[in-house]
């Protein structure tokens, strides 16, 4: 196979666009596209460049050696599996919020599932820089950090939202009352998420 079919098997089995792959290589998406239809040639230092992004030698690159397969990404692969479980704990968190509590389920164990959602999702950022460092990664930085503060997100919203619910107390005694059970019940799940609101609506936003 010739550099410009190996370059275009390589980035469509690594999941890559076009743009993705040239983001992170630095160049523009036509300087890609010009490589792949064999217009222009990559330099040395972005052949070495795509050799560590995809796991292959140079000379399999350049099709003057057989094209291993694209080895494991256990770094990125690894941070990929903890964040997902870290998200999946924040939709169940906010899936009790939303009823107020699921069978024996509270809002205080809402409140508790949040912390390792947190802990997850922190847990995945090491592993994912230590991917990018071997050129593993496949998806954006941005992409992954907005994904991993929005999980970590969860878990100060619902202190502050506890919080806003005890100094609400204070200033309108009437909550304690037995009669109010469901205006506590609505005001503890809606406060937290109108913070966690607020913070992913920033995060989601930015731009870097």
Request: hydrophobic content about 50%.
């Amino acid at each position: 196979m010739t550099l410009e079919q190996n370059l275009l098997l390589l980035r469509e089995k690594a999941g890559l666009s076009q743009e993705k792959l040239a983001e992170k290589l630095g160049v523009s998406r036509q300087a890609v596209s010009k490589w792949e239809t064999g217009q222009s040639t990559p330099d040395v230092d972005k052949l070495m460049a795509l050799s560590r992004l995809y796991g292959v030698s140079v000379d399999s690159l350049l099709g003057l050696a057989p094209l291993q397969t694209i080895r494991k990404r256990p770094y990125c692969q690894g941070a990929a599996a903890i964040l997902a479980g870290g998200t999946a704990v924040v939709w169940g968190v906010l899936f009790l919020c939303a009823l107020g509590g699921v069978g024996p389920l509270s809002l205080g164990d809402a409140d508790a599932l949040a912390l390792p959602a947190a802990a997850l999702s922190f847990l995945s950022i090491p592993l994912f820089e230590a991917g990018r460092a071997r050129g593993e990664c496949a998806f954006s930085p941005r992409a992954f950090y907005r994904t991993a503060v929005w999980a970590m997100a969860l878990a100060p919203s619902r202190l502050a939202g506890v919080w806003g619910m005890a100094v609400l107390r204070r200033l309108l005694p009437w909550l304690n009352s037995s009669g109010s059970i469901l205006v506590q019940l609505v005001l503890s799940a809606a406060l937290p998420m109108l913070v966690y609101a607020v913070v992913c609506l920033g995060v989601w936003m930015k731009k870097k």
